[in-house]
């Protein structure tokens, strides 16, 4: 039996040491937000508790550690902390939570999207975080959207007793760069968003987040690493473990900011376009056969830009691919970043580039290829005047295309991005020689073209 009132207290009594700030990590926006001081003592509108022991490993202002098992069913108990009279609109009406594993590491949520894509890839048909419907108690409508692998969503009532159990299926160390075995396994956070209704019935109201810090080992990996935490500890002197936490059997997740709404890009293709119907002439070089073209005009960012309007300079200077990172990033919070920095997040090619642009630099291209999608009507009309069949009437717009890696995947993905298509459906690109012949382009042939237009 599992008394409410009793365990709340209990909770807030012995957590108390371990409840710390949120670390401010910038991709969260965190450094601004609206969060009360401590010392306001605020009881909080909700309280989520998982059901697994904290490490003991943790010094005394440090935010807890709970390590889990792979595939485990864990409980989360979702618990009313609201006093009398308060949220009385939410009384008697259903809430809805959103439970997600995401990164602790800020070098990782930079590139999450690219992350969880990577980990999609290696384990086809599997999720990052489930619920265990059967076991769960008092959730409605549970639901997994299938494009967000690491997000479920439920509606639940916050005056009945309500427990959801969720099983993470990705382990820590997926995300550690590979090196010579021991690696360190990264830690993820659970984070649990709350909404109310609504006047339209949407659940969009933020009422409360909250999260704990986690890392996940393979079957049974959690329950050793618990143990020799345990030991490590027995083994220090008195002194030295007045500086650690305590282990306790539960973790209550703290109060952070609420998750921030991200669209994703669909790069499926748009409506009735028909890539088999369509082909892709290249040309390529520094110059149009008139004319040498002039560097790239690079409009200067600001540091005022809101985060639409860098959005919008990071399409222009064709840093799409890195749109989502930098999602919730004004101009100053761009500019603010090191060329570490952003080579860290974008690559070394990408992250210079980016960082020269920031900067006001002027980039030019190692190679820019000239594309124009051909379609069936042009290319008989320009067979029929080779064959002199017919007059020059065929207008050819080409769209160019600027290459910094000299690849033929990055000239495949730029192609994608141009058309609005997905990379996996170009299979081969060709180059139209002289006599008319289609030479396939490789990485030593755009290397090779780079060398000879400069």
């Not at 500890?233 to 305590?246: F, L, S, T, V």
């Not at 959005?311 to 990172?325: A, I, K, T, V, Y």
């Not at 990033?329 to 970043?337: E, I, R, T, V, Y």
Request: include cysteine; glycine fraction near 4%; hydrophobic fraction near 30%.
């Amino acid at each position: 039996c599992f008394h409410f009132n009793d365990a709340r207290s209990e909770y807030s009594n012995h957590h108390s040491a371990s409840v710390v700030d949120v670390l401010a990590l910038p991709i969260f926006k965190q450094e601004e937000s609206n969060l009360p001081p401590d010392s306001d003592n605020k009881i909080l509108p909700f309280q989520y508790v998982l059901c697994a022991a904290t490490s003991p490993a943790v010094k005394l202002h440090d935010e807890t550690l709970t390590y889990l098992n792979q595939g485990q069913s864990y409980e989360i108990r979702m618990l009313d902390n609201r006093k009398i009279g308060e949220l009385p609109e939410i009384t008697g009406k259903m809430v809805k939570s959103i439970i997600r594993v995401v990164f602790h590491d800020r070098r990782l949520q930079y590139t999450e999207h690219q992350q969880l894509e990577g980990w999609r890839w290696n384990r086809p048909g599997d999720r990052i975080l489930d619920l265990d419907i059967p076991m769960s108690v008092g959730i409605i409508d549970p639901r997994a959207n299938p494009t967000q692998l690491n997000t479920v969503e439920f509606l639940w009532d916050p005056s009945k007793r309500t427990s959801v159990f969720i099983q993470v299926h990705c382990i820590s160390t997926e995300f550690t760069m590979r090196k010579h075995g021991g690696e360190k396994g990264v830690p993820f956070r659970i984070q649990i968003d709350t909404f109310k209704e609504n006047e339209n019935g949407e659940y969009t109201e933020h009422l409360h987040s909250a999260s704990c810090q986690v890392k996940v080992f393979k079957p049974k990996g959690a329950d050793r690493k618990q143990k020799t935490d345990r030991e490590k500890m027995e083994k220090r002197a008195p002194q030295e473990k007045e500086k650690y936490q305590p282990s306790y059997e539960t973790t209550i997740l703290t109060e952070c900011s609420p998750w921030p709404e991200v669209t994703y890009v669909n790069n499926s293709p748009s409506p009735g376009f028909n890539s088999t119907h369509n082909s892709f002439p290249v040309a390529e070089g520094n110059g149009s056969p008139n004319h040498q073209p002039e560097p790239v005009v690079q409009a200067n960012l600001l540091p005022t830009a809101t985060p639409q309007d860098a959005q919008q300079w990071l399409h222009r200077n064709r840093f799409s691919p890195f749109c989502r990172l930098f999602t919730n990033f004004s101009g100053a919070d761009l500019l603010k970043l090191t060329r570490e920095d952003v080579i860290q997040i974008c690559g070394p090619a990408d992250g210079i580039r980016l960082f020269n642009a920031l900067k006001g630099r002027v980039v030019r291209p190692r190679l820019t290829i000239y594309v124009c999608q051909e379609s069936q009507q042009a290319r008989e009309q320009q067979t029929k005047h080779e064959n002199g069949d017919a007059a020059a009437n065929t207008f050819f717009v080409y769209h160019a295309i600027y290459l910094e890696e000299l690849t033929s995947a990055e000239l495949t993905e730029k192609i994608a991005q141009l058309f609005n298509i997905s990379p996996r459906q170009i299979n081969q690109i060709f180059k139209q020689g002289p006599t008319g012949i289609h030479v396939l382009v490789s990485d030593e042939m755009t290397q090779m073209t780079a060398t000879t237009s400069s």
